[in-house]
């Protein structure tokens, strides 16, 4: 069973940069597709970013591309997602996901989901 722990939300301003990290202290991540998602208030869920585990293939929602970067480290079986340049519209509760599909950008195609982190980005 994977069991996914994000961290590192929370209130930051327009222009600055955050690290959100996922880790599951109970198993390795191998062979799956580690990814990000995100929900603003009222909004359906969204897919940011992903990577594979094996070989660190990562591909990223257009809305994000060139701002936010995905990665992983092996040893501490921990996946992160970076982000720069923020802007209010990125405010959203932000999900770290596991699942066996390449290139997956839909909610069902993800197995397990981590309890959401908070982002808020003021203007």
């Known amino acids: 069973q994977v069991q996914l722990v994000e961290s590192g939300g929370g209130l930051v301003q327009a222009g600055d940069s955050l690290r959100l990290s996922c880790t599951d202290s109970?198993?390795?991540?191998?062979?799956?597709?580690m990814g990000w998602f995100r929900q603003a208030p009222g909004k359906e869920r969204e897919f940011v970013a992903a990577?594979?585990?094996?070989?660190?293939?990562?591909y990223y929602a257009d809305s994000v591309k060139g701002r936010f970067a995905i990665s992983r480290d092996n040893a501490k079986n921990t996946v992160y997602l970076d982000m720069n340049s923020l802007k209010p519209e990125d405010t959203a509760v932000y999900y770290c996901?596991?699942?066996?599909?390449?290139?997956?950008?839909?909610?069902?195609?993800?197995?397990?989901w981590g309890q959401g982190s908070q982002v808020t980005v003021s203007s």
């Open positions: 109970g198993r390795t991540f191998s062979g799956y597709y």
């Open positions: 990577i594979s585990w094996a070989i660190g293939l990562t």
């Open positions: 996901v596991a699942g066996k599909r390449y290139k997956a950008t839909l909610p069902t195609d993800y197995n397990y």
